[in-house]
């Protein structure tokens, strides 16, 4: 007996006797709780959905953070797998949460304010030329000249037709500016001006000197008729197909209804488009007048590969200090200038009248064989605003 004795001493010492683990001594032993989960929330319109796992019906705190400390805003209790929800109002500003049970924290989460839909814009306001433009100093241009060419015959009481029998002007190639049929036309809502070479010389009549040629040119203008200091002028063109060619000239302008500063350039001319059929990737918008920089006075980065093959829009905005060129609807050159000798806003603080110029080319841009006989410059419509 005392050896036996001496072994369960032993056993005892080494804990093989210890007593039994029972279902009540196992729930009396501590447990350490998972931290709980919490997914990513699914912000709505005006909730924010918390959700996630953690013990078994555990109680579920979400909490918001507010400066240095933690605030409980919702709880609920999870389900006996653990899981729940919580739905709170989505916050003003942009919020950090977390939640906490059985004793831990989750992952924190960020939740984004409302975001409150941009209000349309209101739509610009229309008249006679459609959509009124916006003006750079604010407000809207309201429609002063419009003219979609739709009919058979141009609008006289619009539009003059250049002659060189009147005026004594004459274009490139001894282009002789007559009013007919060939040089002027209008069909299917739009105007086409072209310039020809005819196959036979005629007599071109001018007050300073008739003289023979075989070119016709093409020149309509609003001269007395429609004048405006200032304001916006638009005009939606298709430029001759001839591109690549030396030859055409065709141009979109205005001038001076009266030279009140002096013969060319001191009285002003702008150019809206001007095209020359040797360079047909570009159309030039140009400022002129006394003293001008030759090198700033023009628009040499106004691309328009297609000018050929599409049609595009070719606006001016004139204000007292600073011209503005658009093409479809893209500021592509602005110029405020400085002239010789003047002061403000001269020369260009008295009325223009527009043009539409289809001529034979000059210097660089001469006529070359391989200009067929025709050229021409298609106008869709011509608008003016004030």
Known sequence: MGGLKAVLTALICMGALAAPVTAETASAAPERAERPV????????STVVFSGRTRARAVVRLQERRHASWATVAQRRATKKGAFKIVVARPATARTYRVKAAGRVSQKRQVTPVVAPAAPAAPAPVDTCGSRPKRAEGGYYACSFYD??????????????????FSGMYGGSKGCYVDNDRTVQVRGGLLRLTSTILPTEFLCRSPYGSFTTNAEVSTVATRSKFTQTYGRFEARLKLPAESGIPGSHSAFWLYPQDQAYGRWPGSGEVDIAEWFSGLPANVYPSVHYAGEDTRLSSGYNCKMPTASTAFHNYAVEWTPKVMRFYYDGRLCYSHSWKPTGMTGAQPFDKPFYMILTQVWGLAWNTRTAKMPDTSTLTVDWVKAWS
């Open 148 to 165: 979609d060419f739709d009919g058979d015959t141009l609008d006289r009481s619009k539009w003059m037709v250049q002659q060189t029998a």
């Open 38 to 45: 919490l997914t990513k929330p699914v912000a709505r319109s």
